[in-house]
């Protein structure tokens, strides 16, 4: 079984630093992404940033420039570190994996989430 546990979320003021980190364990393929999808009131879960084992990293326009995403491979844990945090980065910030290279439903993985709140 697959257990995903973030760690990191707190409360921030506008233009501070986090760094959350995720530790992934249990049965993990050689290849796999990890991630963070963050979740606002109101808003949809959206993508944040990916990493696969091979290093090839994605993210979203609105955090590229501030927020970079890390993994350790031997460690299975995946990070965000997250600079110039604006208010609008307030949300519930959840750790994913999609296990494998195949995006198929019983190979994606959530963690329960860590709030990360941004005053102005």
């Known amino acids: 079984q697959v257990q995903l546990v973030e760690s990191g979320g707190d409360l921030v003021q506008a233009g501070g630093s986090l760094r959350l980190s995720c530790v992934v364990s249990?049965?993990?393929?050689?290849?796999?992404?990890m991630g963070w999808y963050r979740q606002a009131p109101g808003k949809q879960r959206e993508l944040v940033a990916t990493?696969?084992?091979?290093?090839?990293?994605t993210s979203a326009d609105s955090v590229k420039g501030r927020f970079t995403i890390s993994r350790d491979n031997a460690k299975n844990t995946v990070y965000l570190q997250m600079n110039s945090l604006k208010p609008e980065d307030t949300a519930v910030y959840y750790c994913?994996?999609?296990?494998?290279?195949?995006?198929?439903?019983?190979?994606?993985?959530w963690g329960q989430g860590t709030q990360v709140t941004v005053s102005s």
């Open positions: 994913y994996l999609r296990n494998g290279l195949v995006a198929r439903p019983q190979d994606i993985y």
């Open positions: 249990g049965s993990i393929f050689s290849f796999n992404t």
């Open positions: 990493i696969n084992s091979a290093g090839s990293r």
